[in-house]
């Protein structure tokens, strides 16, 4: 299939053209930062506010994977017009293209952030059913919420056929050097403190990015057409089971120090991808564990955060 992709110079946008390309489509990056990973395929340098660009690049292909927005919370709290500008105007945008130029369909990245940070049951798992937060205590969840319901609107007012992928919170190879696994990596090989805030226990749910990626690829199965799909790891990981894999895999102490609990910190909920699995055939194969070790040791032997 040809297909372009949004942001696919970016962290999770190059791991989606890797198995892409794998897979022997014909993929067009479409970003305005040049890929860094050597992806063998077009590029086209724009911006996704470049409507009357994305349109005319966007023919011809099948499908739009689109990936690109502000991705950094903190940046999105520092110029929130900017940021929803480029995350849920560059939404319509790809949709608006793909009406146009008849692409057949467009796959959003979005977050499971849209479910909210309410503590809830913690016993109560979270599925595609469960309903979006209606009040988000983010402008960057807010975004999110908008770009999916763009797409739904897409499809019900101009049949455009749309996919909605929520990631959970990916870590490993290229990811940005101020997310938490890497700050926690860099921080035991430098021998430098760990600040724990309560005691560690809030878990997160990670996912390796190559296992996203390959599940972001199996998003284009047409039964996953006009559906919402969480993509997950498996396993509740709390800060203090990160810190406890990585000494062993690294082979030295953390520097921990527990301070204060931030106050309705957030302890996490669990967050089924079962309808991945039974609609695409789609689970992680790598453990948590597995993925820290393939991520941490190439970061340790140098390769940094920019690692393949
Ligand atoms: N990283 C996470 O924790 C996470 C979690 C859930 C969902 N997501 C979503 O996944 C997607 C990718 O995130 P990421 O972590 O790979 O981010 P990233 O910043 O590494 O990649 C985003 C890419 O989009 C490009 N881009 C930004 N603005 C653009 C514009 N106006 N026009 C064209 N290209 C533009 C950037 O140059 C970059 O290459 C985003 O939509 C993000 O919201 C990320």
Same mark, same amino acid.
């Given at each position: ?17 890797? &198995? ?6 014909? &993929? ?8 860094? /990973? ?16 994305? &349109? ?23 110029? *929130? ?16 293209? =793909? ?22 049951? *913690? ?16 402008? /960057?969840?807010? =975004?999110?919420? =908008?770009? %999916?319901?763009?797409?739904?609107? /897409?499809?019900?007012? /101009?049949?455009?056929?749309?996919? !909605?992928?929520? @990631? ?9 050097? %101020?997310?938490?696994?890497?700050? @926690?990596?860099?921080?035991?090989? #430098?021998? %430098?403190? !760990? ?17 996203? =990626? ?6 284009? #199965? ?24 990585? %000494? ?18 957030? #302890? ?8 991945? #699995? ?31």
């Amino acid at each position: 299939m040809k297909i372009l992709v949004t942001g696919g110079s970016g962290f999770i946008g190059s791991h989606i053209v890797d &198995v892409l390309l794998e897979q022997g489509h014909q &993929v067009k990056i479409y970003d305005v930062e040049s890929p860094k /990973y050597g992806q063998a395929c077009e590029f086209v340098k724009a911006d996704v506010m470049d409507i009357v660009r994305l &349109v005319r690049e966007s023919a011809g292909q099948d499908a739009i994977y689109h990936i690109a927005a502000e991705a950094n919370v903190n940046r999105f709290h520092d110029s *929130p017009f900017y940021s929803n500008f480029i995350t849920s105007g560059g939404t319509i945008n790809a949709l608006e293209a =793909a009406r146009t130029s008849g692409v057949g369909r467009v796959l959003l990245a979005s977050t499971e952030w849209v479910y909210g940070s309410d503590p809830g049951n *913690p016993d109560v798992v979270i599925t595609e059913e469960t309903p979006m937060t209606d009040h988000p205590d983010h402008i /960057y969840t807010s =975004a999110k919420i =908008a770009a %999916e319901l763009f797409c739904k609107n /897409y499809h019900q007012m /101009y049949g455009v056929n749309q996919t !909605i992928m929520r @990631f959970g919170i990916p870590f490993g190879e290229r990811a940005r050097p %101020e997310t938490v696994t890497p700050i @926690f990596i860099r921080k035991i090989l #430098k021998g %430098e403190e !760990i600040t724990v805030h309560g005691d560690g226990s809030q878990t997160r749910q990670f996912i390796y990015v190559k296992d996203l =990626a390959r599940g972001c690829a199996a998003c284009l #199965k047409p039964q996953a057409a006009n559906e919402i799909l969480n993509l997950n790891g498996r396993d509740r990981i709390s800060v203090v089971d990160i810190i406890r894999n990585l %000494e062993e895999i690294l082979g030295r102490k953390a520097r921990l120090t527990f301070i204060e609990q931030r106050s309705g910190q957030f #302890k996490g909920r669990l967050i089924s991808s079962e309808k991945a #699995k039974r609609l695409l055939g789609w689970e992680t194969q790598f453990s948590y564990r597995e993925a820290l070790e393939n991520y941490a040791r190439g970061f340790a032997a140098g390769k940094g955060a920019g690692q393949r």
